[in-house]
């Protein structure tokens, strides 16, 4: 079982930064793969970026591909978004979700066992 939160989402201007975190808890965590989702309103949630369990693969969205890093720390048990150069149609709620199947560039939301409650990314015009 792995529990996850986020943090660091907040309001920002377009063209500016802001670094997403996932902490999990649970031991098994350098084993699961790990992504990001996000859903705006009115929306479906979609994919964002997906790392494998060493950090040594990472696969993006093509609507976020150049401007976010996904990335991970195994011995702090996080994950992080780094999104730059934003966008107002950035905005959304972000989750963060865990994969104990070890799959490769998992992007569909059944993939995932785990989910976070999410964190909301506003970016103004």
């Known amino acids: 079982q792995v529990q996850l939160v986020e943090s660091g989402g907040g309001l920002v201007q377009a063209g500016g930064s802001l670094t997403l975190s996932c902490a999990a808890s649970?031991?098994?965590?350098?084993?699961?793969?790990m992504g990001w989702f996000r859903q705006a309103p009115g929306k479906e949630r979609e994919f964002v970026a997906t790392?494998?369990?060493?950090?040594?693969?990472?696969y993006y969205a093509d609507s976020v591909k150049g401007r976010f890093t996904i990335s991970r720390d195994n011995a702090k048990n996080t994950v992080y978004l780094q999104m730059n150069s934003l966008k107002p149609e950035d905005t959304a709620v972000y989750y963060c979700?865990?994969?104990?199947?070890?799959?490769?560039?998992?992007?569909?939301?059944?993939?995932?066992?785990?989910w976070g409650q999410g964190t909301q990314v506003t970016v103004s015009s």
């Open positions: 979700a865990a994969d104990p199947q070890r799959r490769i560039w998992p992007t569909r939301e059944y993939e995932y066992s785990y």
């Open positions: 790392i494998n369990w060493s950090g040594s693969s990472t």
């Open positions: 649970g031991r098994t965590f350098s084993g699961y793969g």
